[in-house]
């Protein structure tokens, strides 16, 4: 890890950024190199996982690197970083957070360790005919997001693409179509 803390370092610094503005690849590496590893104690340190550590810092890399020719500050460049980094976790907080709102409020399937429902299992044609008469009840993109997602098991961002909706919409209208199918399930 370099010595990030020195003038010399700063002029350095400012080179660094000029070059990486320009496109230089190599540059832009040695700015990760110094200032990775500060950016994964900090992270860290705010309680992310390792894995969500990584991943944080790399998509602050992404960024700083896509917006670095808007960027334009005096000083070191850890500043700016260091924002997008923290700006980053905290987002990946809450979306982490919802998704496990939505976990509990919709059940999970996976962590499902009940032995199977014997009595169930033998009405299962009561079920389907049951499930054929209620899916039409629901609007179009409810039928067809649970179509997608729960019939033919595809991937949340396959279905999102499909319907031509960002992963954050696909996602709520996944959900009101399950409380849908539930409240009509048990009229």
């Given at each position: 890890m370099?010595d ?5 370092w700063?002029?350095?610094e ?6 990486s503005?320009?496109g230089d690849?190599r540059a832009?590496h040695?700015l990760?190199?110094?200032?990775a590893p500060?950016?994964?104690a900090?992270l860290s340190r705010?309680?992310?996982?390792h ?11 992404k960024?700083?690197w896509?917006s670095?020719?808007?960027h334009s500050?005096d000083r070191?460049i850890?500043?700016w970083?260091h924002g ?8 990946r907080?809450r979306?982490a ?7 509990t ?6 962590d499902?360790?009940?032995p199977p429902?014997l009595?169930?299992?033998?009405d299962?044609?009561?079920?389907v005919?049951?499930l054929h008469t209620?899916?039409p009840?629901l609007?179009?993109?409810?039928r ?5 997602r729960?019939?033919?098991s595809?991937p949340?961002e396959?279905c999102?693409?499909?319907m031509?909706l960002?992963?954050?919409a ?6 009101r ?6 409240e009509?399930?048990?009229?």
């Amino acid at each position: 890890m370099l010595d990030v803390s020195t003038a010399t370092w700063l002029a350095r610094e400012r080179q660094l950024v000029d070059r990486s503005r320009a496109g230089d690849h190599r540059a832009f590496h040695e700015l990760y190199d110094a200032f990775a590893p500060m950016l994964l104690a900090v992270l860290s340190r705010r309680g992310l996982a390792h894995a969500d550590a990584d991943d944080v810092a790399a998509d602050t890399f992404k960024t700083a690197w896509e917006s670095l020719a808007r960027h334009s500050s005096d000083r070191s460049i850890w500043f700016w970083l260091h924002g997008i980094a923290i700006n980053k976790a905290a987002e990946r907080r809450r979306t982490a957070g919802r998704q496990n709102a939505k976990a509990t409020e919709l059940g999970s399937f996976a962590d499902d360790t009940d032995p199977p429902d014997l009595e169930a299992a033998l009405d299962f044609p009561k079920h389907v005919s049951r499930l054929h008469t209620t899916l039409p009840r629901l609007p179009e993109n409810y039928r067809t997001a649970l179509q997608l997602r729960v019939a033919d098991s595809q991937p949340r961002e396959t279905c999102a693409q499909a319907m031509g909706l960002t992963l954050a919409a696909f996602d709520k209208v996944c959900a009101r179509a399950i409380l849908a199918l539930k409240e009509l399930w048990h009229e």
